[in-house]
């Protein structure tokens, strides 16, 4: 090897070193896009892709009846007849997402927020308080338990919908 081969080898080896390597996404930071694609999910009303954030065997305490879901299928369910329920576009938020997750178990909690038209052309606008637990299945996460719930003023028996902290 000639000097000139050996400056040439020693610049590209030095080179690659020193190239910052891409560090793979956290297990937080996997967690928030799927979150991200849940939220875009339902702006966009897209049953199938809301879904898509689901395990087979979710549990779901949600604000409406009946108590509880046991499965995707339930809760596909509930999803639907929520979607129904809203005429044209909708605006949805997700915010505060905090996210906590070690090996293959991880949890978050939230505020969602969902603006739309009733069928008779209402407004509702409505925000609940979310915590999610997931798990890691075949490489991905999922939702494996959810709790969704709001605030209620005990003076009345009415929910605050706005649940403002």
Request: aromatic letters at 6%; proline letters at 6%.
């Amino acid at each position: 090897m000639n000097k000139l081969t050996a400056v040439a080898l020693a610049g590209v080896i030095s080179t690659a070193c020193a190239a910052p390597l891409a560090a793979a996404p956290t297990a937080e930071g996997q967690i928030r896009t799927l979150e991200a694609k849940f939220a875009a999910a339902v702006g966009a009303k897209d049953l199938d892709a809301i879904m898509k954030v689901y395990s087979p065997d979710v549990f779901v305490f949600d604000v409406v009846p009946p108590r509880q879901y046991v499965g995707a299928a339930a809760y596909r369910a509930d999803w639907k007849d929520l979607l129904a329920g809203m005429a044209g576009p909708l605006k949805f938020e997700l915010t505060d997402l905090d996210v906590t997750a070690d090996g293959n178990v991880g949890y978050s909690h939230s505020i969602q927020r969902i603006v739309s038209k009733t069928p008779s052309g209402a407004t509702s606008d409505m925000t609940v308080r979310v915590t999610d637990v997931y798990r890691k299945q075949g490489g991905a996460w999922l939702i494996v338990q959810e709790h969704v719930s709001m605030p209620i003023d005990l003076a009345t028996g009415k929910p605050d919908m706005s649940s403002k902290p």
